[in-house]
């Protein structure tokens, strides 16, 4: 009879599964939620603006790249 057999493969994988999975919710616990007392719309809200904010800042820029204009700004 060899150490591995069908029997301690599965075990074995059983074994495995479980631990992951208690790791994982571990890990889970010892992290804060991040949860405020903010309702979730506005997060989502403010990452929609910081998003369209910072796509209206790469275009200017690569418009301002892509123009020809080599004068300097007039401040």
């Given at each position: 009879?060899g150490?591995m057999?069908?029997?301690?493969?599965v075990?074995g994988?059983?074994?495995?599964k479980?631990?992951?999975?208690?790791?994982?919710?571990?890990?889970?616990?010892?992290?804060?939620s991040g949860?405020?007392?903010?309702?979730r719309w506005?997060?989502?809200?403010?990452?929609?603006?910081?998003?369209?904010?910072?796509?209206?800042g790469?275009a200017?820029?690569?418009?301002?790249?892509?123009?020809?204009?080599?004068?300097?700004?007039v401040?």
């Open positions: 009879m150490i057999n069908r029997r301690n493969a075990l994988w059983a074994v495995w479980i631990a992951t999975n208690v790791a994982r919710t571990k890990a889970r616990r010892a992290v804060p949860d405020s007392d903010r309702p506005i997060k989502r809200a403010a990452a929609v603006a910081v998003g369209f904010a910072a796509t209206t790469a200017i820029a690569l418009r301002k790249a892509l123009s020809g204009d080599d004068a300097p700004p401040v």
